[in-house]
């Protein structure tokens, strides 16, 4: 268990819904990551943000959008969707948001989303 | 652009037996290597890191070798054990892009009993 938690496990929804991912980070982690796993793809970063501000940002669409709380938690926000939206999500986290000590981070199990 | 690659889509071994995963990069300013393991159903853990100081890494029966002047790193496992069987996913870290992770597409290992 890396103390990483994300719900829900599964989703199944239309195209043109939006929906919403959540994660809770270990205990002390600043850092919050959000991962896309496409079909036989390796993982790919859509976004970071660390103590409540956005930090880097990877190949994320405009349709969807990430915040993270006060309490640290995140959401990644999914709209207008289409079928090729269908994947894992997962989100990870560290201490940091970088330089040492901060490059290794700890995955939740996921999200599925399937969009029919 | 695939900046991580891992060629090798599947390897099988024999319980006991060393395993050696793959791993090559093309971007010379990554300073910072892991690797993952990911059983079905479950997100990736980490394994095992080097910096970009080093080339080697050890930690039990899991050691990372990094050839920087190739761009290639590797995985060795020994011995092999059933439970090692998971999908191991290379990842790499430049300073300049922050803290983000660019993973291969992951090598499937198999441990046959």
């Known amino acids: 268990d890396s103390g990483v938690t994300q719900t829900p496990k599964h989703l199944i929804t239309a195209t043109g819904q939006r929906v919403t991912l959540r994660c809770s980070p270990r205990s002390g982690d600043l850092s919050v990551y959000w991962y896309q796993q496409s079909l036989d793809q390796g993982l790919q970063f859509l976004i970071q943000y660390y103590n409540g501000e956005e930090r880097a940002k990877g190949n994320i669409l405009e349709r969807f959008s990430a915040q993270q709380f006060p309490d640290l938690h995140s959401e990644l926000n999914l709209s207008s969707l289409e079928l090729g939206d269908s994947a894992l999500y997962f989100c990870?986290?560290?201490?940091?948001?970088?330089?040492?000590?901060?490059?290794?981070?700890?995955f939740g199990p996921g999200t599925r989303l399937t969009v029919t | 652009d695939q900046q991580v690659k891992q060629n090798s889509p599947s390897l099988s071994v024999q319980e006991g037996r060393i395993s050696i995963l793959n791993c090559d990069y093309t971007n010379s300013m990554f300073d910072y290597f892991l690797w993952y393991k990911k059983y079905p159903a479950e997100g990736p853990t980490f394994l095992i890191s080097?910096?970009?100081?080093?080339d080697k890494n050890e930690d039990g029966r899991f050691t990372v070798f990094l050839n920087k002047s190739a761009k290639h790193l590797s995985l060795h496992i020994v011995p092999s054990q059933p439970g090692d069987s998971a999908v191991y996913f290379c990842?790499?870290?430049?300073?300049?892009?922050?803290?983000?992770?660019?993973f291969g597409a992951g090598t499937i290992l198999r441990v046959k009993s």
């Open positions: 990870a986290s560290s201490r940091l948001a970088g330089g040492a000590g901060a490059y290794e981070q700890y």
């Open positions: 080097i910096s970009s100081i080093k």
């Open positions: 990842a790499a870290r430049a300073m300049e892009y922050g803290n983000k992770l660019v």
